[in-house]
């Protein structure tokens, strides 16, 4: 359907969503540990959005304790399926915020490319791309059914990689990614697929990692892999100017080890290797798929484009601009997460080079002194000392 609106489906998904939770609650009660649920659905199309949206708030009220892990397919760059992208994903991404725990942004132009470039298929089919995505799921779910070094559960993702409540929006990257008939001529090493994840070519999501900071990543690794190779990889990573770390988060990494190897659907596309990672992350460069929806959908509402079809199933015209508000202040949000510890050689090298400039007699000069004395307090680090001879340096160069 070329149409589909998320007010639709969510009032038609309300005759059905007791059914779908009838049957999640007779699954739940044959679990002897419920962790929580992984909530698969895309934002562009009616159906994911509304029924999506709808049944995310009723397993809150339902099961509010437990963890949540959403993997949805956000609309890409240039690829569209409905008309009303815009409008669906700026509407549902307020359920995204509210009612899941941990959300990992997927979109299908990103993979679309993956398969293209490594795995040599000229058209990917949404099978080739959900085999793909298969690998991340089962990836993270390795610990909760084989044994291993270092296992990681559910809940810890959401301890680990989330900060702030509503900063719970992930990247996603795979490796190795080769297709069956190079099976036998690649099988990588520890740090060579670590450093694919890395790569903004692996992002499952368009969107360029090196434009933001990690605020934290989580690297699952399954097969033939000991710790000792992990932390090397690990080690090397942090050197990497292209890899950058928000300074109030230095470490950022939390590691899993699995000694069951990949497995993969016979038949398939993906070769059959000895070791694998999947890496999870928090970058503040995922805002920028924010921005290109909000910027969708403002050009849309400027000319109230498709807007009767929202307003005739029952929504307030008024919850159009209360959407992109928020999802404006998500985009907030991750920018001054971003941005919250600024480099202490900026800020003192900006305060005294103003100082100088604006004085130049005997009184500013005690006046500058005295605040220099101040500034190389027990509370400041030695990278604000150092700044601070270079400005005494400075004075007595200007002889102010």
Request: charged content about 25%; hydrophobic content about 40%.
């Amino acid at each position: 359907m070329w149409f589909e609106n998320l007010i639709r489906h969510y009032t038609v998904g309300k005759e059905i969503v007791d059914l779908c939770l009838d049957r999640v609650r007779k699954l739940a009660d044959n679990c002897t540990g419920l962790q929580g649920f992984l909530v698969f659905n895309a934002v562009g199309g009616g159906t994911g959005s509304g029924l999506g949206s709808l049944l995310l708030e009723r397993l809150s009220v339902d099961y509010g304790k437990k963890s949540k892990l959403g993997f949805t397919i956000f609309p890409s760059p240039q690829v569209s399926t409905a008309v009303v992208e815009p409008y669906n994903s700026v509407l549902s991404t307020h359920s995204l915020l509210e009612h899941t725990d941990v959300a990992v942004l997927l979109d299908n132009e990103a993979i679309y490319d993956i398969c293209r470039r490594s795995l040599d298929i000229e058209r990917p089919t949404y099978t080739n791309l959900n085999r793909l995505i298969s690998q991340i799921i089962s990836s993270l779910t390795t610990s909760l059914r084989f044994d291993g070094a270092i296992n990681v559960d559910i809940t810890e993702f959401q301890t680990n990689l989330v900060p702030y409540p509503r900063i719970h929006f992930m990247l996603s990257s795979y490796a190795p990614v080769i297709s069956a008939e190079k099976a036998y001529h690649e099988q990588l090493s520890i740090p060579e697929i670590t450093n694919a994840v890395f790569e903004p070519s692996s992002m499952m999501a368009k969107c360029d990692p090196r434009h933001g900071k990690y605020m934290a990543c989580c690297l699952m690794y399954r097969g033939d892999v000991v710790p000792k190779d992990v932390n090397a990889a690990v080690a090397s990573i942090k050197t990497k100017r292209t890899v950058q770390f928000v300074d109030w988060c230095p470490t950022g990494f939390k590691c899993g080890i699995n000694y069951q190897a990949p497995t993969v659907v016979p038949g398939g596309d993906l070769a059959k290797v000895q070791r694998a990672v999947c890496m999870i992350s928090n970058n503040t460069a995922v805002a920028e798929v924010f921005s290109r929806i909000d910027h969708k959908f403002d050009l849309m509402y400027a000319k109230r484009a498709f807007v009767h079809w929202y307003v005739g199933e029952g929504m307030e015209e008024g919850e159009f601009s209360e959407a992109p508000e928020d999802l404006a202040a998500l985009e907030k949000d991750y920018e001054e997460v971003g941005v919250e510890g600024v480099d202490d050689e900026e800020e003192v090298h900006k305060s005294y080079s103003i100082e100088v400039r604006d004085f130049a007699n005997d009184r500013a000069k005690e006046e500058l002194q005295l605040h220099i004395r101040i500034s190389d307090s027990p509370t400041h680090d030695t990278k604000s000392s150092r700044f601070v001879m270079d400005i005494e340096d400075i004075i007595d160069d200007l002889d102010i």
